[in-house]
């Protein structure tokens, strides 16, 4: 994806910034069964990746900054010619040396053995908790070193969480992520444009999912960066609706929220469109709301603004919305203020996006939220959902669930909308529904 240089600066980095007392350890997530001996696809873990480039499993990184030689240790399945027959090709001990940056490699099977003498260190940087086997391992060869000790072994007297140090590193994007984030946001915009051009009444909500991860894979994405959600008519209430199996209905919203990944970077939109072609009524009248407090909440992202004031932008467009569309009493600063607007807008507004579609990085600093800067990646995610069985709201508003998310860059000077592509406007969204339907629909 990257050249090896970009992950030599980015472990560079990250030595400097733990200094030469202390040592950190990363290792990959382990395979997951699907059922049976069927696995799901591996993923590497974004940290992992953001270090190395490095995508099979049973995978660990040792950078030792205070090292004389070997700063960047690997453990690595090693070359079998059987095991690649069935499961595929391994970088082996000497792909990792080769190709990915370590300066000395080793069997996975030696990890083990070769991990205490390694941890021997002030400070040992790694993330306890998200693996609880690899956690034994870590615990395993600390208490080895205790036992050496009287040897003049020195056993870590900290553990550190890495995260800190590595996912402030992440949650600021560099040029070349940028560009791949780009091209993840393009392929995303060409997914969604196709459903909207697909859909009809009678489609089924698969169809749809089928046609937005079938263009995802033939651009040369991974796939989906998370479950694609298509949920039409009251379907589109549910935040997290992975069914997809109902069909669509003439007169009815459909809700995709669907994002490409690319090169390990993940799109996240949402666009809402009419499953005829047509916004109507209250419908109609509801998402020019969610529109507005779209545009208003994208209008707050700049340096030194917070996820907050875009949230607060966001929920002051819409309570007054809700107040006009009669779905609450106003005044609609009541609404705000005793958080009746739940209701109906139950999600935050923003999230960080990068190589983990919730991507990492604080969120608060010293309890508070903290400024933006160049380089973030955010969404801006304002949606509007009336329960099927909502008490007291109009009728015609009933079942409608509506969402409109973008994926935004903090700029020096503001900000800039990575997937503005994809048509939100009214008018632009029902000529992108008049389009002629793509030809893998027919
Ligand atoms: N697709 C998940 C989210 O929008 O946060
Ligand atoms: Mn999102
Ligand atoms: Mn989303």
């Given at each position: 994806m990257f050249e090896a240089a970009v992950f030599a600066q980015r472990r560079q980095r990250l030595m400097d910034a733990i200094g030469p007392d202390a040592v950190a350890v990363f290792h990959s997530p382990p395979e997951a069964i699907r059922n049976g001996d069927a696995h799901y696809r591996y993923r590497q873990s974004s940290d992992l990746l953001y270090l190395t480039g490095f995508t099979e499993p049973e995978a660990t990184l040792v950078l030792r900054p205070g090292a004389a030689k070997h700063r960047v240790v690997m453990f690595v399945r090693p070359r079998d010619k059987e095991r690649e027959t069935w499961d595929g090709r391994r970088a082996g001990v000497d792909g990792a040396v080769d190709r990915f940056g370590a300066d000395v490699a080793y069997p996975c099977g030696e990890l083990a053995d070769k991990l205490p003498d390694l941890l021997s260190a002030e400070a040992l940087y790694y993330s306890l908790g998200s693996d609880p086997a690899f956690d034994r391992t870590i615990a395993s060869a600390i208490d080895q070193l205790r036992r050496r000790e009287r040897r003049g072994v020195r056993p870590p007297a900290r553990v550190v969480d890495p995260r800190e140090v590595l996912h402030e590193m992440r949650l600021i994007k560099t040029p070349e992520e940028i560009a791949v984030l780009e091209r993840a946001a393009a392929i995303s915009v060409e997914a969604h444009t196709a459903a909207m051009a697909a859909a009809a009444p009678g489609t089924w909500e698969y169809e749809l999912e089928a046609l937005v991860d079938y263009t995802f894979r033939r651009r040369g994405g991974v796939g989906p960066g998370y479950t694609t959600i298509v949920g039409g008519g009251a379907n589109a209430t549910i935040l997290h609706y992975v069914e997809n199996d109902a069909q669509l209905r003439a007169g009815d919203l459909v809700l995709i929220d669907a994002g490409c990944e690319y090169g390990f970077y993940t799109a996240d939109i949402t666009r809402t469109f009419p499953v005829d072609g047509r916004f109507r009524g209250p419908q109609r009248d509801a998402y020019e709301v969610v529109l507005a407090a779209q545009r208003e909440a994208i209008a707050h992202v700049r340096p030194g603004a917070t996820l907050d004031d875009i949230h607060a932008a966001a929920v002051r467009v819409l309570t007054e919305g809700m107040v006009d569309l009669g779905l609450l009493p106003g005044p609609a600063e009541a609404r705000v203020a005793d958080g009746a607007y739940k209701t109906f807008y139950m999600h935050r507004t923003s999230h960080w996006l990068g190589m983990d579609v919730h991507d990492v990085g604080a969120y608060n600093r010293g309890g508070k939220p903290r400024p933006l800067a160049p380089g973030m990646v955010l969404t801006v995610e304002p949606g509007l959902y009336v329960a099927e069985?909502?008490?007291?709201?109009?009728d015609a508003l009933r079942g409608i669930g509506i969402r409109i998310e973008d994926d935004v860059l903090v700029t020096d000077d503001g900000c800039r909308n990575?997937?503005?592509?994809?048509?939100?406007a009214i008018a632009d969204v029902e000529a992108a529904c008049r389009a002629a339907a793509p030809a893998a629909m027919r």
């Amino acid at each position: 994806m990257f050249e090896a240089a970009v992950f030599a600066q980015r472990r560079q980095r990250l030595m400097d910034a733990i200094g030469p007392d202390a040592v950190a350890v990363f290792h990959s997530p382990p395979e997951a069964i699907r059922n049976g001996d069927a696995h799901y696809r591996y993923r590497q873990s974004s940290d992992l990746l953001y270090l190395t480039g490095f995508t099979e499993p049973e995978a660990t990184l040792v950078l030792r900054p205070g090292a004389a030689k070997h700063r960047v240790v690997m453990f690595v399945r090693p070359r079998d010619k059987e095991r690649e027959t069935w499961d595929g090709r391994r970088a082996g001990v000497d792909g990792a040396v080769d190709r990915f940056g370590a300066d000395v490699a080793y069997p996975c099977g030696e990890l083990a053995d070769k991990l205490p003498d390694l941890l021997s260190a002030e400070a040992l940087y790694y993330s306890l908790g998200s693996d609880p086997a690899f956690d034994r391992t870590i615990a395993s060869a600390i208490d080895q070193l205790r036992r050496r000790e009287r040897r003049g072994v020195r056993p870590p007297a900290r553990v550190v969480d890495p995260r800190e140090v590595l996912h402030e590193m992440r949650l600021i994007k560099t040029p070349e992520e940028i560009a791949v984030l780009e091209r993840a946001a393009a392929i995303s915009v060409e997914a969604h444009t196709a459903a909207m051009a697909a859909a009809a009444p009678g489609t089924w909500e698969y169809e749809l999912e089928a046609l937005v991860d079938y263009t995802f894979r033939r651009r040369g994405g991974v796939g989906p960066g998370y479950t694609t959600i298509v949920g039409g008519g009251a379907n589109a209430t549910i935040l997290h609706y992975v069914e997809n199996d109902a069909q669509l209905r003439a007169g009815d919203l459909v809700l995709i929220d669907a994002g490409c990944e690319y090169g390990f970077y993940t799109a996240d939109i949402t666009r809402t469109f009419p499953v005829d072609g047509r916004f109507r009524g209250p419908q109609r009248d509801a998402y020019e709301v969610v529109l507005a407090a779209q545009r208003e909440a994208i209008a707050h992202v700049r340096p030194g603004a917070t996820l907050d004031d875009i949230h607060a932008a966001a929920v002051r467009v819409l309570t007054e919305g809700m107040v006009d569309l009669g779905l609450l009493p106003g005044p609609a600063e009541a609404r705000v203020a005793d958080g009746a607007y739940k209701t109906f807008y139950m999600h935050r507004t923003s999230h960080w996006l990068g190589m983990d579609v919730h991507d990492v990085g604080a969120y608060n600093r010293g309890g508070k939220p903290r400024p933006l800067a160049p380089g973030m990646v955010l969404t801006v995610e304002p949606g509007l959902y009336v329960a099927e069985d909502a008490d007291g709201v109009p009728d015609a508003l009933r079942g409608i669930g509506i969402r409109i998310e973008d994926d935004v860059l903090v700029t020096d000077d503001g900000c800039r909308n990575l997937t503005e592509a994809a048509p939100s406007a009214i008018a632009d969204v029902e000529a992108a529904c008049r389009a002629a339907a793509p030809a893998a629909m027919r």
